[in-house]
């Protein structure tokens, strides 16, 4: 899962959609969206857009047995990529 962790700590929305739909599609994305209560198509139609909600992104992470870690950074550490 080090490349859905890397993923997040970019900030960069296409990354994580990407890094997402590569775990997904490697697990079975029909097993994945039936795990996290999404239709197939919807969950392929948001990874492959590249801004997932947040409400998709956690439903497949806790499709795949994973969850956001939030922790405090020092201020300009990041850089967000909101488009």
């Known amino acids: ?35 996290a209560g999404v239709p197939a198509a919807t969950l392929e139609k948001e990874l492959g857009e590249g801004n997932p909600t947040l409400a998709t992104i956690l439903c497949v992470l806790s499709a795949l047995d994973l969850q956001l870690d939030v922790r405090h950074v020092e201020p300009g550490s990041l850089q967000v990529d909101f488009g």
């Open 1 to 35: 899962m080090e490349l859905v962790s890397s993923a997040i700590m970019s900030g960069q929305a296409g990354y994580i959609a990407a890094a997402l739909r590569v775990v997904a599609e490697a697990r079975g994305i029909a097993q994945i969206a039936s795990n």
